[in-house]
T-cell receptor
Framework: NAGVTQTPKFRVLKTGQSMTLLCAQD?????MYWYRQDPGMGLRLIHY???????AKGEVPDGYNVSRLKKQNFLLGLESAAPSQTSVYFC????????????FGQGTRLTVV | GENVEQHPSTLSVQEGDSAVIKCTYS??????FPWYKQELGKGPQLIID?????GEKKDQRIAVTLNKTAKHFSLHITETQPEDSAVYFC?????????????FGSGTQLTVLP
């Protein structure tokens, strides 16, 4: 039982490049989330999904897009990377929304130069 | 929206002593308050949570207290051990529904000195 798996673990991008972060969960959870973690700012919600085929904006959605074509996968895309998007990105999933335990992946460290 | 403030940002204690981390929240509709522990290079992991219908919850050396009137909640770790060293995050959420978001505090770096 792998839980939540993020791919890749590290990535360096040049300004203007695009990339997709993949999150996969094997717990059959309905809810999935993408957070970014910056020093001194905790975790901030980028986008989330309440089920297959649905997505919604979180606190800091600008510059990111997401897709949930399959229940077990949640993709985070950066169309044109900017240095301000340098961060550690965490994916999480939960069974029944934000009032139940969220299981986090190990994180993706992204640097935009 | 919800605003969660967490103090202190860093905390050092001697092994065996107690540690207390405090959080305040702004949304009176919040009714779920989890605490997450993040070890170096890993994702956060839930260690304890409390719901608004309960004032205190304990799990071995860890306890959480909630004061809904004052809108603050605290994490208490007793008999600290070196493996308790990590970053701890508090969070607050509204009623259990798909539109509510979990808002995190800024984190506390706890160091337990041997």
């Amino acid at each position: 039982n792998a839980g939540v798996t993020q791919t890749p673990k590290f990535r360096v991008l040049k300004t203007g490049q695009s990339m997709t972060l993949l999150c996969a969960q094997d717990m059959n959870h309905e809810y999935m989330y993408w957070y970014r973690q910056d020093p001194g700012m905790g975790l901030r919600l980028i986008h989330y999904s309440v089920g297959e085929g649905t997505t919604a904006k979180g606190e800091v959605p600008d510059g990111y897009n997401v897709s949930r074509l399959k229940k077990q996968n949640f993709l985070l895309g950066l169309e044109s990377a900017a240095p301000s998007q340098t961060s550690v990105y965490f994916c999480a999933s939960s069974e029944q929304g934000v009032s139940t335990e969220a299981f986090f992946g190990q994180g993706t460290r992204l640097t935009v130069v | 929206g919800e605003n969660v403030e967490q103090h202190p940002s860093t905390l050092s204690v001697q092994e065996g002593d107690s540690a207390v981390i405090k959080c305040t929240y702004s949304d009176s509709a919040s009714n779920y308050f989890p605490w997450y522990k993040q070890e170096l290079g890993k994702g956060p992991q839930l260690i304890i949570d409390i719901r608004s219908n309960v004032g205190e919850k304990k799990d071995q050396r860890i306890a959480v207290t909630l004061n809904k009137t004052a809108k603050h909640f605290s994490l208490h770790i007793t008999e600290t051990q070196p493996e308790d060293s990590a970053v701890y995050f508090c969070a607050a959420s509204g009623s259990s529904g798909s539109a509510r978001q979990l808002t995190f505090g800024s984190g506390t770096q706890l160091t337990v000195l041997p």
